[in-house]
């Protein structure tokens, strides 16, 4: 049984940092291409950043990038984000999925796997 069980979140000023975490367990980690997706109150969940299961190749929506970075440690078999400064249209709850390598990262309906997400907000 797949569980990935994300952790980090809370509440930041504008500019401020927070990392979150990702565990998984139940798949072999290093298999998989990981992700992290984000859903605002009343918006679509939309994506953050992915990275390839060895760790090498890693995808930014525009919008985060420069600001945010994706890792994982697969001998740990966690994904990690640090958000850097945080803005307050970051505020989300942000979730890790996890899915078979693809060339469509960004695209959330690959994704067969999904933690319950952490709440990420930003004041300003």
């Known amino acids: 049984q797949v569980q990935l069980v994300e952790s980090g979140g809370g509440l930041v000023q504008a500019g401020g940092s927070l990392r979150l975490s990702c565990a998984a367990s139940g798949l072999t980690f290093s298999s998989y291409a990981m992700a992290w997706f984000r859903q605002a109150p009343e918006k679509e969940r939309e994506f953050v950043a992915a990275?390839?299961?060895?760790?090498?190749?890693?995808y930014y929506a525009d919008s985060v990038k420069g600001r945010f970075t994706i890792s994982r440690d697969n001998a740990k078999n966690t994904l990690y984000l640090q958000m850097n400064s945080l803005e307050p249209e970051d505020t989300a709850v942000y979730y890790c999925?996890?899915?078979?390598?693809?060339?469509?990262?960004?695209?959330?309906?690959?994704?067969?796997?999904w933690g319950q997400g952490t709440q990420v907000t930003v004041s300003s």
């Open positions: 999925a996890a899915g078979p390598p693809m060339a469509n990262y960004d695209n959330r309906y690959v994704y067969p796997y």
């Open positions: 990275v390839t299961g060895n760790g090498y190749t890693t």
